[in-house]
C-alpha cells in the first residue's frame, strides 16, 4: 500500500493535470516522443546486425553505403528527438515549478500570522528556491524515464526473443539482476538528503540575519565572532554535503563496475554460442548493443526510485507545510459589503498566541463611527494585538469582534480589508518606486490622488527634491529613506486609500518634532468622519481623542477623554506626568484641546 508522500504526490499530479489543462499541449508531443524514442534506439543494433553479417561478413559492398547512410539517418532522427524531448521537458517543469510556487504562496498568504511569526522566513525561501524546483523535476522526469523504459523494454525483450532466444535469456536475467544490486544503495539517499536540505535552510536563515544585522555586528565588534560562527555552519553543510557526495559517488561507481562485469559475461557466453555455431558474430555485438540500450532504461526505473528518494525529502516539506491550516478562515456563505459604517464592538474578548498565557482578557468596548479612539498603556499591554484582531489578523479566543453589528468571523476578508487603512509602528516599503509604494492598496490611483495624499502627509516635501521624484526607488524595504520619510510614505498609502476605518499604529514615533507637528493637522483632517484607533506612547497625539483606553497587562483599566483621566488618579495620570515632567503642560495643553474641540 502506498504511503502518505506517495499518496500526496499524486494527488498533486493529478490537481496539476486537471487544473493547468495547458500542461497537455506540451505533455501530450512528450509522451508521443517518449514513446517513439526507445523503439528507434532499439533499431540501431538491428541496423549494427545487418551490417555485420549480411553486409561486411557476406561481402555486399553494394549494401553498404545505403547501411551506413541509415545507421546515420537513424542517430539524426534520435537527436532530433532528444532535443525535442528536452526543449517540451523544460518547458513542463518550468510549468509545474510555477504550480507549486503558486501553490505554496497562496497558502502561506492563507496562514494567520501566529504561524508566519513562529517560523522563520527562510523556510519559505527554501521551499520556493529548493525543494519546488526539486519536486518539479522528479514529477515531470519521473513520467518521461518511465515512458521511455517501459517502452524500450517491452520492444526490446521483443526483439531479443527474435534474433535468439537462448543468448537473449541470458540477457534478460542479467537486467533486472544489475537494477536490484544498484537500488539496494539507494535507500540512505532520502535521509541524508533531507539532512543536506534542512541545513541548507538554517544556513540561509542565519545568512539572513547576519546580512540584515551587519550595522549591529559592526557596532559591537562582533565581525570575528560571526565570522566563526558562519564558517562553523558553512564546514558542517559542506561535511553533510560531502556524505551525499560519497553515497552518489558510490552508486556511480558501482553502475560502472557492474556494468563492466555484465558486459564480460555477455562476451564471454555470446562467444561460446558463436564458436558452437548458435549464433552469428553480428548477433552477438546486437545483443551486446542491445544489452547497452536496455541496460540504461532498467537503471532508469530503478533510478525513479532512487531520485524518489530524494524528492521525497523536498514532498515531505512541502506536505508538512501545506498542512498547516490556517486558522483564519472565511465562511463559504461570508457576508460582502461593498462599504460599512465602521461601528466596532468588543464583547468579552481573550486571546492568546500561545495556549500558556493569555494576552488580551474580558475586553469589551464600542467605537462609534466616526469616533477617534486612542489606546494607551506600558510596552507589550496588548494595544497592537487590539487593532490587529480588528484586521483580523487573526481570531479571539473568546468573544466576538463586530463590524455594524457583523461577526468578523461571518463578514468576507475583502469587505474587512477593503474598508480599513492601516499605518504600522514600522512602514514596510517594496523596492519600487515611491508613486508604487504610496499607491499599494489603491493600484488605480491618479497621479493627482497620490500627489493630494503625499502632500497631506507632508511627505512632498522631501519627495519633490529628489532627482525623480515620485519615480525614485526606495531600495530593499526603503534603505534610501529615512525612517521618518518611510513613515510619511506609509501615512500617504493609508489617506488614499481613503477607508472609513482608519488604524494608526504610533504613526508619529519615526518623525522629528517639526515634522510631528505638521502631521497633526493633517491627521486631524484625515480622521474626521472615520472610525480612528491611535496607538501611542507619545501622548502628546492623542489629546484630540474621544476616547482614550488605557491598556494594561492585557485589561482596559481606565477610559474616558483627556481631561476625564488627567484629573483621576491613575495609569493614565503616571504617564502622562512622566512624560511632561518639569514643565506645566496641562494648562497649555488643555486649552489646545478645547481650542480644536
Same mark, same amino acid.
Given at each position: 500500500?502506498?504511503?502518505?508522500?506517495?499518496?500526496?504526490?499524486?494527488?498533486?499530479?493529478?490537481?496539476?493535470?486537471?487544473e493547468q489543462r495547458g500542461l497537455w499541449r506540451a505533455g501530450?508531443?512528450?509522451?508521443?516522443?517518449?514513446?517513439?524514442?526507445?523503439?528507434?534506439?532499439?533499431?540501431?543494433?538491428?541496423?549494427?546486425?545487418?551490417?555485420?553479417?549480411?553486409?561486411? $561478413?557476406?561481402?555486399? #559492398?553494394?549494401?553498404?553505403?545505403?547501411?551506413?547512410?541509415?545507421?546515420?539517418?537513424?542517430?539524426?532522427?534520435?537527436?532530433?528527438?532528444?532535443?525535442?524531448?528536452?526543449? $517540451?521537458?523544460?518547458?513542463?517543469?518550468?510549468?509545474?515549478?510555477?504550480?507549486?510556487?503558486?501553490?505554496?504562496?497562496?497558502?502561506?498568504?492563507?496562514?494567520?500570522?501566529?504561524?508566519?511569526?513562529?517560523?522563520?522566513?527562510?523556510?519559505?525561501?527554501?521551499?520556493?528556491?529548493?525543494?519546488?524546483?526539486?519536486?518539479?523535476?522528479?514529477?515531470?522526469?519521473?513520467?518521461?524515464?518511465?515512458?521511455?523504459?517501459?517502452?524500450?523494454?517491452?520492444?526490446?525483450?521483443?526483439?531479443?526473443?527474435?534474433?535468439?532466444?537462448?543468448?537473449?535469456?541470458?540477457?534478460?536475467?542479467?537486467?533486472?539482476?544489475?537494477?536490484?544490486?544498484?537500488?539496494?544503495?539507494?535507500?540512505?539517499?532520502?535521509?541524508?538528503?533531507?539532512?543536506?536540505?534542512?541545513?541548507?535552510?538554517?544556513?540561509?536563515?542565519?545568512?539572513?540575519?547576519?546580512?540584515?544585522?551587519?550595522?549591529?555586528?559592526?557596532?559591537?565588534?562582533?565581525?570575528?565572532?560571526?565570522?566563526?560562527?558562519?564558517?562553523?555552519?558553512?564546514?558542517?553543510?559542506?561535511?553533510?554535503?560531502?556524505? +551525499?557526495?560519497?553515497?552518489?559517488?558510490?552508486?556511480? &561507481?558501482?553502475?560502472?563496475?557492474?556494468?563492466?562485469?555484465?558486459? #564480460?559475461?555477455?562476451?564471454?557466453?555470446?562467444?561460446?554460442?558463436?564458436?558452437?555455431?548458435? &549464433?552469428?558474430?553480428?548477433? $552477438?555485438?546486437?545483443?551486446?548493443?542491445?544489452?547497452?540500450?536496455?541496460?540504461?532504461?532498467?537503471?532508469?526505473?530503478?533510478?525513479?526510485?532512487?531520485?524518489?528518494?530524494?524528492?521525497?525529502?523536498?514532498?515531505?516539506?512541502?506536505?508538512?507545510?501545506?498542512?498547516?491550516?490556517?486558522?483564519?478562515?472565511?465562511?463559504?456563505?461570508?457576508?460582502?459589503?461593498?462599504?460599512?459604517?465602521?461601528?466596532?464592538?468588543?464583547?468579552?474578548?481573550?486571546?492568546?498566541?500561545?495556549?500558556?498565557?493569555?494576552?488580551?482578557?474580558?475586553?469589551?468596548?464600542?467605537?462609534?463611527?466616526?469616533?477617534?479612539? &486612542?489606546?494607551?498603556?506600558?510596552?507589550?499591554?496588548?494595544?497592537?494585538?487590539?487593532?490587529?484582531?480588528?484586521?483580523?489578523?487573526?481570531?479571539?479566543?473568546?468573544?466576538?469582534?463586530?463590524?455594524?453589528?457583523?461577526?468578523?468571523?461571518?463578514?468576507?476578508?475583502?469587505? +474587512?480589508?477593503?474598508?480599513?487603512?492601516?499605518?504600522?509602528?514600522?512602514?514596510?516599503?517594496?523596492?519600487?518606486?515611491?508613486?508604487?509604494?504610496?499607491?499599494?492598496?489603491?493600484?488605480?490611483?491618479?497621479?493627482?490622488?497620490?500627489?493630494? @495624499? @503625499?502632500?497631506?502627509?507632508?511627505?512632498?516635501?522631501?519627495?519633490?527634491?529628489l532627482p525623480e521624484g515620485l519615480d525614485t526607488r526606495v531600495g530593499e524595504?526603503?534603505?534610501?529613506?529615512?525612517?521618518?520619510?518611510?513613515?510619511?510614505?506609509?501615512?500617504?498609502?493609508?489617506? +488614499?486609500?481613503? @477607508?472609513?476605518?482608519?488604524?494608526?499604529?504610533?504613526?508619529?514615533?519615526?518623525?522629528?518634532?517639526?515634522?510631528?507637528? +505638521?502631521?497633526?493637522?493633517?491627521?486631524?483632517?484625515?480622521?474626521?468622519?472615520?472610525?480612528?484607533?491611535?496607538?501611542?506612547?507619545?501622548?502628546?497625539?492623542?489629546?484630540?481623542?474621544?476616547?482614550?483606553?488605557?491598556?494594561?497587562?492585557?485589561?482596559?483599566?481606565?477610559?474616558?477623554?483627556?481631561?476625564? $483621566?488627567?484629573?483621576?488618579?491613575?495609569?493614565?495620570?503616571?504617564?502622562?506626568?512622566?512624560?511632561?515632567?518639569?514643565?506645566?503642560?496641562?494648562?497649555?495643553? #488643555?486649552?489646545? #484641546?478645547?481650542?480644536?474641540?
Open positions: 500500500m502506498p504511503g502518505p508522500a506517495c499518496r500526496y504526490t499524486m494527488s498533486i499530479l493529478f490537481r496539476l493535470l486537471k501530450l508531443p512528450l509522451l508521443l516522443v517518449a514513446v517513439v524514442y526507445g523503439p528507434i534506439q532499439l533499431a540501431l543494433p538491428l541496423v549494427e546486425r545487418y551490417l555485420i553479417d549480411d553486409v561486411l $561478413l557476406a561481402r555486399k #559492398m553494394t549494401l553498404l553505403v545505403p547501411a551506413v547512410l541509415g545507421y546515420g539517418a537513424l542517430w539524426c532522427l534520435l537527436e532530433i528527438l532528444f532535443a525535442s524531448m528536452n526543449l $517540451l521537458n523544460g518547458y513542463l517543469t518550468e510549468r509545474i515549478s510555477m504550480y507549486l510556487r503558486q501553490l505554496v504562496f497562496d497558502h502561506c498568504q492563507s496562514l494567520c500570522f501566529t504561524y508566519i511569526n513562529r517560523d522563520h522566513s527562510s523556510r519559505l525561501m527554501a521551499l520556493f528556491s529548493s525543494d519546488v524546483p526539486q519536486v518539479a523535476g522528479f514529477f515531470n522526469g519521473a513520467v518521461v524515464t518511465s515512458v521511455i523504459s517501459l517502452t524500450t523494454l517491452l520492444v526490446g525483450v521483443i526483439i531479443i526473443a527474435r534474433i535468439n532466444w537462448q543468448f537473449g535469456l541470458v540477457v534478460l536475467l542479467i537486467i533486472p539482476l544489475a537494477g536490484v544490486v544498484l537500488s539496494a544503495g539507494t535507500r540512505p539517499l532520502k535521509r541524508a538528503s533531507r539532512r543536506v536540505q534542512d541545513k541548507a535552510e538554517k544556513l540561509t536563515q542565519h545568512l539572513q540575519e547576519l546580512l540584515s544585522g551587519l550595522r549591529e555586528v559592526a557596532a559591537f565588534g562582533q565581525e570575528r565572532t560571526q565570522r566563526n560562527r558562519f564558517s562553523s555552519a558553512l564546514n558542517e553543510a559542506l561535511g553533510l554535503r560531502m556524505r +551525499l557526495a560519497r553515497l552518489d559517488s558510490s552508486i556511480t &561507481a558501482g553502475k560502472g563496475s557492474l556494468s563492466m562485469i555484465i558486459s #564480460m559475461v555477455i562476451l564471454g557466453i555470446g562467444g561460446y554460442f558463436v564458436v558452437r555455431g548458435k &549464433a552469428t558474430l553480428g548477433t $552477438l555485438v546486437a545483443m551486446r548493443s542491445l544489452y547497452y540500450v536496455m541496460y540504461g532504461p532498467a537503471l532508469n526505473i530503478f533510478g525513479v526510485i532512487t531520485r524518489g528518494q530524494t524528492a521525497l525529502a523536498s514532498i515531505d516539506r512541502i506536505d508538512e507545510f501545506l498542512q498547516e491550516r490556517p486558522q483564519v478562515t472565511e465562511p463559504s456563505g461570508a457576508i460582502a459589503k461593498e462599504r460599512v459604517a465602521g461601528v466596532i464592538a468588543f464583547e468579552d474578548v481573550r486571546f492568546s498566541y500561545t495556549p500558556e498565557r493569555e494576552v488580551l482578557h474580558e475586553i469589551s468596548f464600542v467605537a462609534a463611527r466616526g469616533e477617534t479612539i &486612542a489606546l494607551v498603556g506600558p510596552s507589550g499591554a496588548g494595544k497592537t494585538t487590539i487593532t490587529s484582531l480588528i484586521g483580523r489578523f487573526y481570531d479571539p479566543a473568546a468573544g466576538r469582534i463586530t463590524l455594524d453589528g457583523i461577526d468578523l468571523r461571518d463578514l468576507s476578508l475583502k469587505t +474587512l480589508r477593503d474598508n480599513i487603512s492601516m499605518v504600522f509602528q514600522n512602514t514596510f516599503l517594496f523596492d519600487l518606486s515611491i508613486r508604487d509604494n504610496i499607491a499599494f492598496g489603491k493600484p488605480d490611483a491618479t497621479s493627482a490622488e497620490i500627489v493630494a @495624499a @503625499a502632500r497631506a502627509s507632508n511627505a512632498w516635501e522631501f519627495i519633490e527634491q524595504r526603503g534603505v534610501r529613506l529615512s525612517e521618518g520619510q518611510k513613515q510619511r510614505l506609509g501615512i500617504a498609502r493609508a489617506l +488614499l486609500r481613503n @477607508a472609513p476605518i482608519l488604524i494608526l499604529d504610533e504613526p508619529t514615533s519615526a518623525l522629528d518634532a517639526r515634522s510631528e507637528q +505638521l502631521l497633526q493637522s493633517a491627521l486631524g483632517n484625515i480622521m474626521r468622519g472615520r472610525t480612528t484607533f491611535v496607538i501611542a506612547h507619545r501622548l502628546a497625539t492623542i489629546l484630540r481623542a474621544d476616547r482614550i483606553l488605557v491598556v494594561d497587562d492585557g485589561r482596559i483599566v481606565e477610559q474616558g477623554s483627556h481631561s476625564e $483621566l488627567i484629573r483621576a488618579p491613575g495609569l493614565y495620570r503616571e504617564l502622562y506626568e512622566m512624560q511632561f515632567y518639569g514643565r506645566q503642560p496641562e494648562k497649555d495643553e #488643555m486649552k489646545t #484641546m478645547e481650542a480644536r474641540r
